[in-house]
């Protein structure tokens, strides 16, 4: 071929031009920038605005940073460093107080000999959440409790645990992981002790009152099952509920009491008033979420019904708790729960309040909840009817386990919101974080007008938290999102 | 737990009541409606109880007793002298107003940034990102707390705009200045902004338990009686279009009704804008709006703003490629087709949760205690009940009042959602 | 499953608490602590330091009832309460005793069903105003901006106050002490009004003092006092003579030093009743004879929780003033112990 080309044609090419780079505004940096901020006018007009934002940001507050303090004994000791290393007249921020006081915007007033414990419920606390997340994956469970071991091995050490208080913990968490491979479904059984053993940890005491507490579901469940032979299932859940009730409200003490002279252990009692800062934070937002998915599943499940009064009362009160605002909540916690309880009843103000937000969050996760069951299609209630199953088996084996699945980011950003909510305990005169300790650590004189570093401090607390949760709802909204669709 | 198939037998037995599913469903509602009943009673029987044993009484004429108190911020006339009631109104109007700004500039930069956020723009998008994490992950009382710290801290004090006869003489600037053609002085007290001021003003109308500004009400009948007729004229020129084909120049009209009875009336009555001007301690003259309002305001718009624009952007981005792709084959404009095809479907999805958040914006407001802003928690829900004592009025009517609030808000954006839903085929 | 732990907890608190009945000194007896009622943290008064110990002028009056009826200063539970939230937590019985700087007015003696069983600190309220602002009077505050905490008797004293001189003036309203200090402070309002004790602390604990004045006006009546309920004059004898007693320590000399040795030499009938070395004045109150003496060896005299917390040589400096025994021209003036 090229022979005869080479007699017709003057000049063939027969190698190939090397290829020549992109000119200099189509190729590296400079086109990235041409196409991601100087693309047009406008585009370009933003940039700038941006930049400049971002420059002012930063020349206002980085001789703030820069300047930073981190030893000393108060904020008058501090200033005099900061005029003596930066000059006259120079701010900068005094992170010594933060130095001198983490542990209240962390713990409160929990005595630092009892710190592990917080820290150990706080750990089992992701422990007993991974069976519900992650049912019966082993591989899942196995990074989660590892990471919790780590962590607990880590912080426990560091909190000054007594050793055997560490050990049991470590053997704890050792034979979960263990069960994690050989049984992984098992270990929801520590999820549903979970909360008594978390309540024991925090407030301490008598380690047979969360014991005796727990054994009245073993007396509901035996009057249950010793009943129904003879008088039929709803009558005997009936009685099982009045015998457990009979037992918690006449049996409980006495018999805890008895157990606690006959075989006396446990922790030392740590009074609510103790309680302060993220403990107290987490304490009301965890327990509002966890009392409130039961009554929010009733509740949405109650909007749902056909039968009128039912839903007419469960709308009511949706209605009525998303329509006022927490704050008023947590005021009628402070002030007016006490004119609704018969004369002479008085429990401490956390309660209360936990009572209260419990409400709230019920509410919400009504709302929620119902959203999940919307999202089914009609054709599994139906398929639920066709199988013959009555309401209560077609909402436990059919619709719910799918209405939650679909919820669970939800239920996060609700959590979310609860968590930064509880700051609002403060106007109720317990210790959040964000306003109760900062105004206790203002009251001392070494430490009167200081306001960014504290504010600064719980801000980044709370943004690491809540955006970690919000990163895990969004990941799971991905992988839910398939398998509707 | 209940056997599901117990063939109905023609007799009458007791246990129908449970298994049979024509009975169950009335028994279940008869023995909720009991408990609840039994439950409303024991609360109220309480509730008498300890009335009784703290020697208090359920009535709510401490409403009309003297307040004693003075509140920094009213949009209705009151002083010390007036009674609570009068009180809980401007605490009232001082929330609503709140969530009124709120929602209007929460909505202008919501928008803004959930657009912006899906700009082609590297940094304008990444900085939409941190803006909205940030704002969303922290909890709002801080950055109320935050904001009225910065407007307070960093903003000039009235002395600061004197100018002195030694610095006149000397041809000194004073260190602050007015804003806006010296009509608004930022200082660390709050805002002052000129007032508007009628020379002849049609004065008010005591009606005995509120007195009303005849001036508002006459400026608002006007404005609303031309927007009426101006649709009027809208409408008739539509006909006319619709009739002959051709549609008659109505854009001078407009205008001509819209504004010229307006600006009859304030000529008439003699309007002008007074400027704040500095005296003593403070500037006088115009209108001081508090930091405590612009704070909560404005941390409250920036807070609520993170949240719509997460809404408008999902809104925005759950409508298909194919849509915009569709219009661009039909010939229509970028803007045309963000008007017409993008924007009224992406509205469909974005209302519902809109409209949550403007709730959220309203019982936020709550958080003015953290300010010390006198809304309707702080006259009511605090210093009146602090001053009578009455607990359980006070907070009973203004769950209420919320409660009410929330149910207008609710109700009218729901019947605006259903305006713009698809209707149904 | 999670209930149970609920209902456990409300049952065991509700125990715990016990009732709040008409006889608060034995449930306090029974209970083994005293819940008192305190500040959420008002310098001097009533804070918590870094370790969770509460101190000040009130706390130490807390500690002295306990010390008087448990025999045991630290066995004292505070509960810090707000402006708004203190007297229904004293009305519902979640605290036993308020020792809050909380003002005895008319109307809360009456219609809150309250009663203020004593006057630990005569105080009156004030304003404090930056020296270069060249005020000398209250009455030339004219159109000036006052910062003023909500929930409390100021706000309508300042009311009555300029409305009486008819002046007009700008409330910013502020949440609590520190807030309204760093608002003064930072130019937002020109004087700061609280009692005036408060002023005098918060002047003392700015960096630069001297260029703060608090001006001669005095508004208002400021009888601070501890609080018990309506109804149960026993505890509020209790709590009554539980101050007087210390007020009387002060007069008789007796501090918490020299209380043992007092005790074994003195010759004075009515310091030997007080100690519990003669006569049964304690069991007349069902406390044991030596309660008294159990408080001053534990918290001192008046004198010395008020040199301790608040007095001159402290932070915050305050002279003794009106509350100077009325034997020294002050009006703190205990009824004779006999």
């Given at each position: 071929m090229s022979e005869t080309h080479a007699q017709t044609v003057?000049?063939?090419?027969?190698t190939m031009l090397p290829p020549t780079p992109p000119p200099m505004g189509e190729r590296g940096a400079v086109k990235w920038m041409r196409e991601?901020?100087?693309?047009?006018p406008l585009n370009v007009a933003l940039t700038l605005l941006g930049l400049l934002s971002i420059y002012a940001l930063i020349s206002a507050a980085l001789p703030w940073w820069l300047n930073s303090?981190?030893?000393?004994?108060?904020l008058s000791e501090c200033r005099e460093i900061v005029a003596a290393s930066a000059g006259e007249g120079a701010t900068g921020a005094c992170w010594a107080m933060i130095r001198e006081r983490w542990h209240q915007f962390l713990f409160?007033?929990?005595?630092p000999a009892e710190w592990w414990r917080p820290i150990l419920a706080l750990g089992l606390l992701l422990a007993a959440l991974a069976p519900v997340l992650f049912a019966g994956q082993k591989r899942n469970l196995t990074v989660v409790l590892g990471a919790v071991a780590i962590y607990l091995l880590v912080t426990l050490s560091l909190a000054a645990t007594p050793g055997t208080a560490f050990g049991l913990a470590m053997v704890l968490i050792l034979g979960m992981l263990g069960l994690a491979q050989v049984?992984?479904?098992?270990?929801?059984w520590f999820t549903v002790l979970y909360p008594a053993l978390c309540f024991w940890l925090l407030w301490?005491?008598?380690?047979w009152s969360p014991i005796v507490a727990m054994a009245g579901f073993g007396v509901l469940y035996a009057v249950f099952r010793l009943a129904s032979p003879f008088i039929g299932l709803a009558p005997a859940a009936g009685a099982g509920v009045v015998a457990a009730v009979l037992w918690w409200l006449y049996i409980d003490i006495p018999v805890v009491n008895a157990l606690q002279i006959a075989m006396p252990f446990g922790l030392q009692s740590i009074n609510s008033d103790q309680f302060g800062g993220f403990l107290l934070a987490i304490v009301i937002g965890v327990t509002g979420i966890t009392f409130s998915l039961p009554i929010g599943i009733l509740l949405a499940l109650g909007r749902q019904s056909d039968m009128l009064i039912v839903k007419t009362l469960s709308v009511g009160f949706i209605e009525f708790v998303r329509g006022v605002p927490l704050i008023t909540l947590l005021f009628t916690a402070s002030l007016l729960l006490q004119y609704f309880l018969p004369p002479g009843t008085n429990f401490d103000i956390i309660l209360r309040v936990i009572i209260l937000v419990t409400f709230f969050a019920a509410a919400y996760l009504a709302e929620v909840i119902r959203g999940g069951l919307a999202a089914l299609p009609r054709g599994q209630y139906e398929a639920a009817d066709a199988l013959g199953l009555d309401y209560w088996r077609a909402q436990r084996l059919i619709i719910l386990p799918q209405a939650l699945k679909v919820s669970i980011p939800a239920i996060v950003s609700t959590f979310i919101g609860l968590f930064k909510d509880t700051t609002l305990v403060a106007f109720v005169g317990l210790m959040d974080p964000l306003k109760g300790v900062t105004q206790i650590v203002r009251a001392d004189i070494d430490w009167?007008?200081?306001?960014w570093e504290p504010y600064i401090f719980v801000g980044a607390i709370f943004f690491i938290i809540c955006f970690g949760m919000s990163r895990y709802s969004m990941y799971l909204e991905q992988k839910l999102k398939t398998d509707h669709r | 737990m209940a056997m599901a198939t117990d063939v109905p037998k023609d007799s009458f037995r007791l246990s129908m009541l449970i298994y049979d599913t024509r009975y169950r469903s009335y028994t279940i509602q008869i023995v909720v409606l009991v408990l609840f009943a039994m439950a409303v009673a024991w609360l109220l029987n309480n509730t008498a109880q300890n009335l009784a044993a703290r020697g208090?009484?359920?009535?709510?004429?401490?409403?009309?007793?003297?307040?004693g108190y003075d509140i920094g911020q009213q949009l209705i006339p009151y002083t010390n002298d007036s009674n609570h009631f009068r009180a809980l109104l401007v605490g009232l109007l001082n929330t609503l107003a709140v969530a009124f700004w709120g929602c209007i500039f929460a909505t202008i930069l919501g928008v803004t940034i959930g657009v912006l956020r899906l700009s082609r723009n590297w940094l304008i998008g990444r900085l939409m990102t941190v803006y909205v994490e940030l704002f969303r992950n922290i909890p709002l009382l801080l950055w109320i707390l935050l904001t009225y710290v910065i407007l307070s801290e960093t903003t000039p004090q009235p002395r600061d705009f004197r100018v002195t006869d030694e610095m006149a003489a000397a041809g000194e600037a004073p260190a602050a200045s007015m804003m806006i053609f010296d009509t608004v002085a930022v200082t660390n007290r709050g805002t002052n902004i000129p007032a508007p001021l009628f020379e002849r003003g049609l004065g008010t109308l005591d009606l005995g338990f509120m007195s009303l500004n005849l001036t508002f009400w006459a400026i608002l009948a006007v404005v609303v009686g031309s927007i009426w007729a101006n649709r009027r004229l809208l409408a008739a020129a539509r006909a006319q279009q619709e009739a002959t084909g051709d549609r008659p120049v109505t854009w001078w009209k407009s205008i001509l009704i819209l504004f010229a009875p307006v600006i009859v009336m304030l000529v008439a009555m003699g309007f002008h804008l007074e400027i704040p001007e500095l005296r003593g301690f403070n500037f006088a003259g115009g209108i001081l709006v508090a930091h405590s309002f612009t704070a909560l305001t404005v941390a409250l718009s920036l807070y609520t703003a993170a949240f719509i624009a997460e809404i408008v952007r999902a809104g925005i981005l759950a409508i298909s490629r194919g849509q915009s792709e569709a219009a661009f084959a039909l010939g229509l404009r970028p803007n045309r087709t963000m008007n017409l095809i993008i924007l009224p479907q992406a509205l469909r999805v974005i209302i519902p949760p809109l409209i949550s958040q403007y709730l959220n914006l309203t019982k936020n407001t709550s958080l003015g205690i953290a300010v010390s802003y006198l809304d309707l928690r702080g006259t009511l829900g605090g210093i009146t009940l602090n001053q009578t004592g009455r607990e359980l009025e006070c907070m009973l009517l203004m769950m209420l009042i919320y409660l009410t609030i929330s149910l207008i808000i609710s109700a009218v954006m729901n019947m605006y959602n259903k305006s713009v839903q698809l209707k149904a085929r | 499953m999670k209930k149970t732990v609920f209902f456990g907890a409300l049952a065991a608190t509700t125990l715990v608490a016990?009732?709040?009945?008409?006889?608060t000194l034995d449930d306090v007896k029974a209970r083994g602590e005293l819940i008192c009622g305190s500040n959420t943290g008002l310098t001097g008064f009533g804070a918590p330091d870094a370790s969770g110990n509460w101190a000040g002028f009130d706390v130490d009056l807390c500690r002295a009832i306990a010390a008087v009826v448990?025999?045991?200063?630290?066995k004292v539970k505070f509960v810090p309460t707000t402006g708004e939230t203190r007297f229904t937590a004293l009305q519902s019985g979640e605290v036993d005793v308020l020792v809050r700087n909380s003002t005895w007015t008319y109307s809360r003696d009456s219609?809150?069903?309250?009663?203020?069983?004593?006057?630990?600190y005569y105080d009156g309220q004030g304003f404090m105003v930056k020296k270069?602002?060249?005020?000398?009077?209250?009455?030339?505050?004219?159109g000036a901006t006052v910062c003023i905490q909500t929930g409390t008797t100021t706000e309508l004293n300042l009311a009555d106050f300029f409305k009486q001189n008819n002046i007009s003036y700008q409330p910013v309203t502020v949440a609590d002490d520190s807030e309204a200090q760093r608002q003064y402070l930072a130019g937002a309002c020109d004087a700061y009004t609280t009692d005036a004790s408060g002023l005098a602390a918060s002047r003392a604990t700015?960096?630069?003092?001297?260029n703060h004045i608090i001006l001669p006006e005095i508004i208002s009546k400021e009888p601070l006092g501890p609080v018990v309920r309506h109804g149960d004059s026993q505890w509020g004898d209790v709590v009554r003579w539980t101050f007087y007693a210390m007020l009387i320590a002060e007069e008789k000399g007796v501090t918490s030093a020299n209380v043992e040795e007092v005790l074994a030499s003195t010759t004075d009938e009515e310091v030997k009743r007080l100690l519990g070395a003669s006569g049964d004045m304690g069991a007349k109150m069902?406390?044991?004879?030596d309660a008294f003496k159990r408080a001053i060896a534990a918290v001192g005299n008046y004198g010395e929780v008020f040199s301790r917390n608040i007095?001159?040589?402290?932070?915050?400096?305050?002279?003794?003033?009106?509350?100077?025994l009325w034997t020294q021209g002050g009006l703190q003036y205990a009824p004779p112990l006999r």
């Open positions: 003057s000049f063939v090419r027969d991601n901020l100087f693309s047009t303090v981190w030893v000393a004994e108060s409160g007033f929990y005595p049984q992984p479904g098992k270990l929801l301490g005491g008598s380690i009167k007008g200081i306001y | 208090k009484e359920f009535d709510f004429t401490f409403l009309w007793q003297r307040a | 016990g009732l709040a009945g008409a006889a448990l025999g045991d200063a630290t219609e809150l069903a309250l009663d203020f069983v004593a006057v630990n270069d602002l060249g005020v000398s009077s209250a009455k030339e505050l004219d700015m960096p630069d003092a001297e069902g406390l044991d004879n007095g001159e040589g402290t932070t915050i400096n305050l002279a003794r003033g009106l509350n100077a």
